[in-house]
């Protein structure tokens, strides 16, 4: 809101500069007979009535004076030489003019009483659009990211950083809601929530992916970064137990880093990863560059072979 206050004191600064010196101009050379006001005035009537509306509506009160100024110095001139010129007035140009500016006028004079009221009112309707987008974009139950929100985040990063990807996967936690209830596990997740914020300071975005599933996106990571962040996502939670729950373990994936117009290709990477952790018994990392290590040894055993 306040970028947008700054941007209308600019608008409206550049258009009293711009529209009002072309108004005094042609009324000047209309009174001396130089030309003829109604055919020459520029069709500039539609912007300077929605500048005034916007100064009026928009802008804090303090700025009230300013729209009145500005319809002042480009409306009176204008109803002024029409009313003292029958002859111009008494044209389709000149009831144009007498229209839109007459009735703006009354309309003018007749919100200022209210225009505080008005513009808290659209104030609130900003604040409300605001936060139902943050809402939109964000996980109800642990208040981080959800998959629309993730994908707000990636739009807003530059398009040529890197990311590398660490999907995380809780225990068995089917069993914690089976022997705990929903509710506890509800708990659990807003603590999980709640550690992982404290792992990484830097520009990052935390998602629930889905389920028990928490995924940290990393902008312009070194491979050594990742891989801490990885383990102390691990640390995070095996040193310390949960409440109610006691010790809770995750298997985690790591991707490799690549461009971040490379998201889709990066997040199976890690699911991949996720997988192979699951498999080897859980409570552990796999990196996506580890299976692939491996596999290029199996690659290799068996060319020896044959």
């Known amino acids: 809101m306040i970028r947008s206050s700054k941007t209308l004191n600019w608008y409206a600064a550049i258009t009293l500069l711009t529209f009002t010196p072309v108004t005094f101009m042609f009324i000047y050379n209309g009174w001396q007979g130089r030309l003829v006001f109604i055919e020459s005035y520029p069709p500039i009537s539609g912007m300077i009535i929605m500048t005034s509306m916007l100064i009026m509506l928009v802008l804090p009160k303090r700025h009230t004076k300013f729209g009145a100024l500005f319809w002042a110095l480009n409306v009176l001139p204008v109803l002024h030489y029409l009313l003292l010129h029958p002859a111009e007035l008494h044209t389709s140009r000149g009831y144009d003019l007498l229209f839109l500016f007459g009735t703006a006028s009354l309309f003018i004079v007749a919100i200022i009483p209210y225009q505080q009221n008005i513009k808290q009112q659209l104030d609130d309707i900003f604040y409300d659009l605001m936060r139902y987008k943050m809402h939109a974009d964000r996980d109800f139950l642990t208040d981080t990211y959800n998959r629309r929100g993730l994908h707000s985040w ?43 914020r404290t792992v990484y300071r830097d520009n990052h975005c935390l998602v629930r992916w889905g389920g028990e599933e928490f995924l940290l996106v990393i902008t312009n990571p070194s491979a050594a970064t990742l891989n801490k962040l990885a383990n102390d996502c691990h640390l995070v939670f095996g040193q310390v137990p949960f409440r109610t729950v006691g010790k809770v373990t995750t298997s985690i994936g790591v991707s490799r880093i690549a461009s971040i117009t490379a998201f889709d290709h990066v997040i199976e990477e890690a699911d991949q990863a996720l ?25 290799r055993q068996l060319l020896i072979v044959d």
């Open 275 to 299: 997988y192979h952790a699951k498999e080897s018994g859980r409570d552990n990392i796999i990196a996506f560059s580890d299976i692939q290590q491996s596999l290029t040894m199996k690659m």
């Open 154 to 196: 990636l739009n807003r990063n530059n398009q040529t950083d890197t990311i590398g990807l660490v999907l995380l996967d809780v225990d068995y936690f089917k069993n914690i809601n089976d022997r705990f209830g929903h509710a506890t596990g509800d708990q659990v997740l807003v603590e999980i929530a709640s550690r992982l």
